[in-house]
């Protein structure tokens, strides 16, 4: 397995209207996404453009979101994971799986529209990890 790039860190908010405001308005983003509802994760989500990979603001759908835990601790938002691709989802899968770490849940599409999957934090530094099958592998 070889890890490929920084695709995007995920960052959760109480308002992707906010959060867009402030990334255009503070940080001069110039490229920003439409946001979209992913129900069978429960956030609704917003790409941010950079140079050289991209903000995915997430914002929960419902009461029942998984960061909705995220937010009580951190009413205003913060970065929530870092997402790395990765040329073979499945064979990443298995490195992953054999080399110990956690694998939360089963392998799903994530907002890019590719095969993801998330590494417990405390396997990997502190960090919530997921990894995506690049989009230019997937298609």
């Known amino acids: 397995m070889k890890l490929g790039r920084l695709n995007h860190v995920g960052v959760a908010t109480p308002s992707i ?41 997430i914002e929960p759908l419902g009461a029942d979101s998984p960061i909705v835990k995220f937010l009580e601790k951190n009413p205003l938002g913060g970065q929530h994971h870092v997402c790395f691709e990765v040329a073979d989802i499945e064979a990443a899968r298995n ?14 599409i994530g907002a890019h529209g590719t095969p993801i999957f998330f590494l417990h934090p405390k396997d990997m530094g502190g960090v919530l990890t997921e990894i995506m099958e690049s989009p230019a592998q997937a298609h």
């Open 95 to 108: 490195w992953f799986e054999g080399k110990g770490a956690r694998i939360l849940g089963d392998t799903r």
């Open 17 to 57: 209207e906010q959060s867009v405001a402030h990334y255009r308005d503070v940080m001069g983003a110039t490229h920003v996404g439409d946001p979209f509802d992913l129900p069978a994760q429960g956030v609704r989500v917003c790409f941010v453009d950079a140079p050289n990979m991209q903000v995915e603001l």
